[in-house]
DNA sequence: CGTTAATTTGAGTGGGTTCAATTATAGTGG
DNA sequence: CCACTATAATTGAACCCACTCAAATTAACG
């Protein structure tokens, strides 16, 4: 399948042959955009969603002070903002790192698949649960790893989700990325993420160039930044299926669970 | 109403009678918590979802070195991961601050009231993208805003959701947190969360009391810290009806925007 | 009233910052 | 094709903020 879209969400929801084809007509409007470039700003009232089918980009915050901030890392696949139509405005600007293939989505063709399909209902939740997490685990390192950690830690989480599409070979495993980026990422300065990926290099993780990293050897980066997938979700859900399994609840729990469900069957008439 | 999900809900999104009955028979089942409880811990794969109705919980990890790091604040009206069983495991624990009013609902009847209550939908969209945003101004403290600014900030982003909520007066301008709290909130030593407090009571910001923390003069914090809450998503919703004003794009989005509406259309049947 | 947890305070250290200056790389137009 | 320009990377030095360590005081709770 050529859609990385579809092939991300196929990876974490049983999709079935009507669901593939809804997804398919609706990621057909492509277009080529050229690295560099704003999709969306901040402030902005868009009438339509982005999704990259292919290339990097990344979702920005710039600050009262003239600083940036970078949020996330948006790999082939993932959509921006799929629900931001809710909103009233868009509370970050995405731009494009390389060259992307971007398809376009109207929202209310987001919402009419959401309503209609419900393993898209549950692979948008899923995506927007995941993003959440990237973002917590982005938070708890900020706050608490050390430098050198951190940067290992956030290059194994783009390493890992490009791996996971099947996109981890080379010259996949190099990300676009100035030292002033990977900076506005880590909250540190330009100078000593310098440091920090000198430090890594010297360790054969990586390889340092011009506007760009290669990982040398992602499994010795994840040893070094102590990193658990964990929080990326990338396992099946045994849950996808709808099927609670109260089996292995204690005796306790289970009582509660019931009274619980019982209590939703009665309100539907 | 008595009921603070509901209300914080119908505060953004307009709920019909029949919605406002939905969710209240949904969150009927309710418990009275005490403090410092956990309700979900990581790992954990629970069967039903919680609703803070009343009291203050938290979102938190505990890291591979016994350190912890909170993720967010839950007041009144706030629900936990109403969708959590759609991923494997938990991805963190959550906590009571102080006695709380837990409601409980089963996953099931979350997604069915967002299949078929198109306002539910919208409304629980709405919740998980501010939680986003919530995250995401965290993540942008942390990282670029000096300590004293980041903690001032923090504490305007409780207290104006408190306030949109009509929980603006006293005794619910206090919030009862240690200074150690804060610090796994900031990322910051619990000694210098202290001289930050300090700084802020002397400025006659706040008031600091034991285990807890009284805001004084809201408006001045807001200065302070240069707190904009338009990440809060406070305002109603223009575009709530669904209705998308067209009229104020430039020509060439507009005709890339009928571009794809008309290739949705197109779709259905 | 005794024990435990939280807060308060001081002193010293170290890591990441800023400032300043040089070298390398890529892109541009002549 | 090459000189020129702008951006990125590299390196060194000094500073400062927030941390750690250590200890005293206060508040809460049984």
């Given at each position: 399948m050529s859609n990385s879209f579809i092939r991300k969400l196929a990876l974490r929801v049983p999709l079935n042959e009507v669901d593939i084809d809804v997804l398919k007509t609706a990621t057909r409007m492509v277009e080529r955009v050229k690295g560099g470039v704003d999709l969306v700003n901040e402030g902005d009232h868009p009438q339509y969603s982005h999704i990259i089918l292919d290339g990097f980009a990344c979702r920005y915050r710039i600050l009262p002070d003239g600083g940036r901030s970078i949020l996330a890392y948006l790999i082939p696949g993932d959509g921006c903002?799929?629900?931001?139509?809710?909103?009233?405005?868009?509370?970050h600007s995405i731009s494009t790192l390389t060259p992307c293939t971007v398809a376009y989505i109207g929202y209310s063709k987001v919402k009419e698949m959401a309503a209609y399909r419900p393993n898209i209902y549950l692979a948008l939740w899923w995506s927007i649960l995941t993003d959440e997490a990237i973002l917590q685990e982005m938070l708890v390192g900020v706050g608490r790893r050390s430098p050198d950690k951190q940067v290992a830690h956030f290059l194994c989480d783009v390493f890992t989700r490009l791996q996971a599409l099947g996109l981890g070979q080379a010259p996949n495993?190099?990300?676009?990325?100035?030292q002033s980026d990977l900076a506005d990422t880590a909250g540190l300065s330009r100078i000593h993420v310098y440091r920090v990926l000198s430090k890594l290099r010297d360790l054969n993780f990586i390889k340092v160039r011009h506007k760009g990293i290669e990982v040398l050897d992602l499994e010795k980066l994840r040893k070094f930044a102590a990193?658990?997938?964990?929080?990326?979700?990338?396992?099946?859900?045994?849950k996808m299926t709808g099927?609670?399994?109260?089996?292995?609840?204690?005796d306790a729990t289970r009582a509660k669970y019931e009274q619980i469900m019982e209590e939703g069957n009665r309100n539907e008439k």
């Open positions: 903002d799929l629900h931001a139509s809710i909103l009233n405005r868009m509370p495993f190099r990300l676009p990325l100035s990193f658990d997938c964990g929080y990326l979700n990338l396992d099946n859900a045994r099927v609670d399994d109260v089996s292995r609840l204690s």
